[in-house]
Every structure is written in C-alpha cells, then in structure tokens.
C-alpha cells in the first residue's frame, strides 16, 4: 500500500499542473473570474463532457458564444430572441430542448441564490446529488427526455460528469487547476468521477474489485483512495486519469 501511494502521489503532481488546462475541459470555466460565470461554464463544460476532449472544448466555446462569453448575465438577463441562437445547439444526445431548459433552471437559480453550490444541499454526497437532481427537475416544464442529461446514484449512475464538476468546484490547492471556490462541501466528501480511464486504471491497480461501473464502484474507489489521503483523496483522480490517457497503465 505504501508503493502505491507513493505511486499515486507521483502522478498526482506530475499531472496536477497549470498544463493539464488547456487540453482539458476545465479550461473553459478558467476562461472567467466571475463567481457565477466559473460555475455556469463549468457546468455545461462537465455535463457536456463525454466524447474527445478537442470536441467538447469546441462544443462549449460555441455554447458560450451563443450566450455572448457572458454566461451569468446571458442567464439572468436574456430575452426571447436572445435564446433563438440555442435552437442551433447540439452536441451528442444534448439537444436544444435540454440547453433551453439548463437555462431556464438556471435562470430561477440565480434569481434566488447568489451561487450554484446552494443546489448541492444534504448529507453525504449520494443525499447531495440525489436532492441536486430533483431540485433540478422540479419545475412542471421540464422535459422528460432532459433527466437523462442530470444523472443520480439513486438510479445507481457512477455520476461521472457530476462529481467531475463538483471536484472543480470544491478542491483546492496550489497548482490552480480546481478552482475550490465552494466552501459549504468539505473536499473529504467528493466521489472520484469514474470515466472510463479511471476505472481501467483503478482496476489494474487493484483499487476497485466490482465489475459493474455505478455509483457503488465510485464509492468503492474513493474509500479506497481515502486511505491514502482521507481530506483530499479525489486528487488522485488526476493520476488516474492522466495514466489512463496516456495509456501508461
């Protein structure tokens, strides 16, 4: 255990660096400074992260043109005719319905709360993304095909995009790749998001046994990370995945 620590710790700071940004979909919220533009960006960059990376980069830079690089303001603020470019908006199985109705959601949000995190209430994790999830959806206008695009452990979703988003917002440390600009959710409380790469890595590693990719093996490697670094583990997330797209492991 203690080889594989010092393993982990190695490829934490070898991949934990100012040049993970810009190939990655986190340099899309890093484009702002404003509380709430970090966290909208950030937002749609994590949820539209599935695919190759120089695809999502583009699909977000669109996105945010459409909004006029002012996310914030564009949700607060927008018109009818201003939401007339979304209807344009497609990337995968994320269709302009579902960027309307993010909008919409996010639009009431911010009209009664001064940032995102107040979305991500309870106890635990699991009791955060399941509530994050109905908050979401509790609006009569919702589109159904749209849930598909907000997942929860409550339907046993490893919850990738999600806790991908929440590890941006959340950890914090001296390299300024995560921004950590939520305070109400303790770093110790985040789940490692399980993409493909992780879990092919986790796997070799010996760090997760189950066969299935859920909810309960992203809670089985983080436990597992959690003995190396029980206030930070999901920082190893950052090995993980690097070993894995560069095919190292």
Same mark, same amino acid.
């Given at each position: 255990?203690?080889?594989?620590?010092?393993?982990?710790? +190695?490829?934490?700071?070898?991949?934990?660096?100012a040049g993970f940004i810009e190939?990655?979909?986190?340099?899309?919220?890093?484009? %702002? *400074?404003?509380?709430?533009?970090?966290?909208i960006a950030g937002f749609f960059?994590?949820?539209?992260?599935?695919?190759?990376? &120089?695809?999502?980069?583009?699909?977000?830079?669109? @996105?945010?043109?459409?909004?006029?690089?002012?996310?914030?303001?564009?949700?607060?603020?927008?018109?009818?005719?201003?939401?007339? #470019?979304? +209807? /344009?908006?497609?990337?995968?199985?994320?269709?302009? *319905?579902?960027? @309307?109705? %993010?909008?919409?959601?996010?639009?009431?949000?911010?009209?009664?709360?001064?940032?995102?995190?107040?979305?991500?209430?309870?106890?635990?994790?699991?009791? /955060?993304?399941?509530?994050?999830?109905?908050?979401?959806?509790?609006?009569?206008?919702? #589109?159904?095909?749209? &849930?598909?695009?907000?997942?929860?452990?409550?339907?046993?979703?490893?919850?990738? /995009?999600?806790?991908?988003?929440?590890?941006?917002? !959340?950890?914090?440390?001296?390299?300024?790749?995560?921004?950590?600009?939520?305070?109400?959710?303790?770093?110790?409380?985040?789940?490692?998001?399980?993409? !493909?790469?992780?879990?092919?890595?986790?796997?070799? =590693?010996?760090? !997760?046994?189950?066969?299935?990719?859920?909810?309960?093996?992203?809670?089985? =490697?983080?436990?597992?990370? /959690?003995?190396?670094?029980?206030?930070?583990? !999901? &920082?190893?997330?950052?090995?993980?995945?690097? @070993?894995?797209?560069?095919?190292?492991?």
């Amino acid at each position: 255990m203690d080889t594989l620590k010092k393993f982990l710790e +190695e490829n934490y700071r070898k991949y934990n660096v100012a040049g993970f940004i810009e190939n990655d979909p986190i340099s899309i919220p890093h484009q %702002f *400074t404003i509380k709430q533009d970090v966290e909208i960006a950030g937002f749609f960059a994590a949820i539209l992260a599935w695919g190759q990376r &120089k695809t999502i980069i583009k699909k977000c830079l669109e @996105l945010l043109e459409y909004m006029g690089n002012e996310p914030y303001s564009f949700v607060l603020n927008h018109s009818e005719n201003d939401l007339l #470019p979304l +209807e /344009r908006f497609k990337h995968r199985t994320f269709q302009p *319905t579902d960027a @309307l109705y %993010f909008i919409a959601f996010l639009k009431k949000h911010y009209q009664q709360h001064e940032s995102l995190e107040a979305a991500f209430q309870g106890v635990g994790m699991k009791e /955060r993304l399941i509530n994050f999830q109905n908050n979401f959806f509790r609006y009569d206008f919702a #589109p159904a095909r749209t &849930k598909k695009h907000i997942a929860s452990p409550a339907s046993n979703s490893a919850c990738k /995009r999600l806790n991908m988003f929440l590890r941006w917002m !959340v950890r914090k440390d001296d390299q300024g790749v995560d921004f950590g600009i939520w305070k109400q959710i303790n770093p110790s409380e985040l789940i490692c998001p399980y993409d !493909v790469h992780v879990e092919r890595v986790a796997k070799k =590693l010996g760090l !997760v046994k189950r066969k299935q990719t859920d909810w309960k093996a992203a809670e089985e =490697l983080t436990n597992n990370l /959690r003995s190396f670094d029980p206030r930070d583990p !999901v &920082k190893y997330d950052f090995a993980l995945f690097g @070993l894995g797209v560069d095919n190292i492991i």
